[in-house]
């Protein structure tokens, strides 16, 4: 197939480029146009020390391959650090059309054991990284009326992981703000999604396996079936949607995207229909719910509200169907 998506004259930014995941996106971004800043702050998996070589030597392959880039080594997990990423892009290259959040490491424990500096490392560099990048960048997007946003999410936090509630923790936040970017930015040409990749990258290193001493999560381990996964739980099984998600060719935003063994899609936050208590000003009583849990639960009626507004629409179209209004 041809290559028809395209970023000539798109600028990028892509956070923890020099490694894993946000290496491919850089590479074959660049393969298709895009002036590509490498920021990375070259540390090891867990997030210790710091080096310009993984930065450098992905700026070198995509020039050698005849593509524009600039490396970046400043830290995403500062203020200051997300400011001088868009400052590079903007000294460079004189915009930023496309943000991909994507650096980050991993410093895993169990729930109760999770220390301040594990927890603040975490949020600093996921939750509160990719909020230091996209500000600065979002406010260049908005004055240029273009923009992609892709936030790194996991499915972590959106599924579940043991030993990783400080990762879930950042990962699930990363969700609302894509979201409220999606919602603020369709004003100015801004769209937003949130991606879950699945890869083999160097982060496996970092997952000790002490999480199966949980033995309903270990069951959930030993019972997965990964008859579509062999060979394919690799990084360039998740750069064709990400690709996709930030080219001008996409129109969905405020999105939720899943990359696994080959396998795309949308993942979708919904509302059961529920129960629909009495009409009237007296709220029910806990055994009202109680009598009704199955109706609650039920998972044959879903509604997918966009805004926290969209969900009173959901309520009134459930007690329509309910026959209460
Ligand atoms: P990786 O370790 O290969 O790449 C992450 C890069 O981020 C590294 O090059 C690292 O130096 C850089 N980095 C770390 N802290 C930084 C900082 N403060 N400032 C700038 N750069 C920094 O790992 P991988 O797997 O490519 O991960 C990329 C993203 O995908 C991460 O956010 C990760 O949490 C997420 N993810 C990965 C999954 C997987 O299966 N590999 C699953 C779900 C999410």
């Known amino acids: ?171 699930g936040g990363l969700m609302g703000l894509s979201h409220v970017v999606a919602i603020e930015g369709s004003a100015y040409g801004i769209q937003s999604n949130l991606l879950m990749p699945t890869a083999q990258s160097r982060l496996a290193a970092e997952m000790d396996e002490g999480f199966k001493e949980i033995p309903a999560f270990a069951a959930t381990i030993a019972n997965a079936d990964y008859a579509a996964s062999a060979n394919r739980i690799e990084v360039p099984f998740n750069t064709p949607l990400v690709l996709y998600l930030v080219s001008e060719q996409c129109t969905s935003t405020h999105g939720i995207y899943s990359a696994n063994s080959g396998r795309f899609a949308k993942v979708r936050i919904a509302a059961a229909e529920g129960w629909m208590a009495p009409m009237g000003t007296t709220p029910p009583s806990p055994e009202d719910v109680a009598a009704h849990w199955d109706q609650i639960c039920d998972g044959s009626a879903w509604y997918e509200p966009l805004t926290v507004y969209d969900e009173f629409t959901a309520v009134a179209a459930a007690a329509r169907k309910q026959g209460r209004i």
């Open 1 to 171: 197939m041809a290559d028809t998506i395209r970023y000539d004259n798109r600028v990028a930014i892509i956070t923890g480029a020099g490694n894993g995941l946000g290496k491919d996106y850089a590479l074959e971004m660049a393969r298709r146009g895009a002036k590509i800043v490498v920021n990375d702050l070259g540390g090891s998996g867990s997030g210790e020390g710091a080096s310009h070589s993984a930065a450098d030597l992905v700026v070198q392959q995509i020039r050698d391959e005849g593509g524009e880039a600039v490396a970046n080594h400043d830290s995403v997990a500062t203020r200051e650090g997300g400011a001088a990423i868009v400052q590079t892009a903007l000294d460079t290259f004189g915009k930023v059309d496309i943000c991909i959040a994507n650096a980050g490491f991993l410093r895993n424990n169990r729930f109760e054991d999770i220390t301040d500096a594990q927890l603040d490392a975490i949020l600093d560099v996921h939750l509160k990284g990719a909020f230091y990048v996209a500000q600065p960048a979002y406010k260049v997007m908005r004055r240029n009326g273009y923009g992609r946003f892709l936030f790194t999410g996991s499915a972590s936090a959106m599924f579940g992981h043991a030993w990783q509630a400080n990762y879930a923790a950042a990962k």
